[in-house]
């Protein structure tokens, strides 16, 4: 299994910057997707994720700037992010729940970088 994010870039405060990660693979389904990030000296944190039904959860920090939605069909997760700023900067990692016939396992991509800046 595969997850493949894009998206991520430079970006001056008050900025928007969409992240995509798509799963491929041999599985059933994905189960919760959700993307992490990950500062540099600092541990990684749930930024937001969504369950296959559609409900979603966020962290604080970025409640009411960042709007996480999914594609089933797709297997695709998207994160919007609006109002960024410096502290937002951060390696962000996409993470599913991959579900086989037989068991299921947690899998991460390889990670995109988000820096905020002017």
């Known amino acids: 299994v595969q997850l493949v994010e894009s998206g991520g870039g430079l970006v001056q405060p008050g900025g928007s910057l969409r992240l995509s990660c798509t799963a491929s693979?041999?599985?059933?389904?994905?189960?919760?997707m959700g993307w992490y990030r990950q500062a540099p000296g600092k541990q990684r944190e749930l930024v937001a994720r969504?369950?296959?039904?559609?409900?979603?959860t966020y962290a604080d920090p970025v409640k009411g700037r960042f709007t996480l939605s999914r594609d089933n069909a797709k297997n695709t997760v998207y994160l919007q992010m609006n109002s960024l700023k410096p502290e937002d900067t951060s390696v962000y990692y996409c993470?599913?729940?991959?579900?086989?016939?037989?068991?299921?396992?947690?899998?991460w991509g390889q990670g995109t970088q988000v820096t905020v800046s002017s």
């Open positions: 969504i369950s296959s039904a559609g409900s979603s």
């Open positions: 993470n599913a729940q991959v579900i086989f016939f037989v068991g299921e396992s947690d899998d």
């Open positions: 693979g041999s599985f059933l389904r994905i189960g919760i």
